[in-house]
């Protein structure tokens, strides 16, 4: 039984339930920049470079008369991957650089005292004038 409280301890926490909405997120992201790159920065590269189709380069190293069982690197498709996780790379790299310079920001707020040392400043102010008036007494 302890091992399940600790479980269910452990997956309650924020930290899980953030971490799995950001799994969830990242996927769709990745799904957004595969179409981006697959269907709009591709074809004008593939225009500019003599249409050339990136999605479909491959080296052919066993032909057959079937589809199905041709063997072939698709080095195209894996192009596309690469640039793929470039946007990504530099997607998260621009909102990490904007979430520590909000960060940033934080730390150079000043930091108000608590409500006992502001007593604790009062009482010394108040003891200091009681001290300088006894002495002009």
Do not use: H
Not at 68 to 81: A, C, E, M
């Amino acid at each position: 039984m302890k091992i399940l409280q600790e479980f269910k301890k452990f997956a309650i926490t924020g930290n899980v339930m953030d971490m799995a909405v950001g799994i969830i997120i990242g996927g769709a992201f990745g799904k957004i920049v595969s179409s981006l790159v697959k269907d709009i920065i591709m074809p004008p590269i593939g225009i500019l470079l003599g249409g050339i189709d990136f999605s479909r380069l491959n080296i052919v190293l066993k032909n057959s008369n079937d589809p199905s069982k041709i063997i072939s690197l698709n080095y195209g498709s894996f192009l596309n991957t690469i640039i793929d996780f470039l946007i990504i790379a530099f997607c998260i790299f621009i909102a990490l650089k904007q979430v520590n310079k909000l960060k940033k920001k934080e730390e150079e707020k000043p930091v108000e005292p608590s409500e006992n040392i502001l007593l604790l400043r009062e009482i010394r102010d108040n003891t200091k004038n009681n001290n300088n008036r006894a002495k002009d007494v």
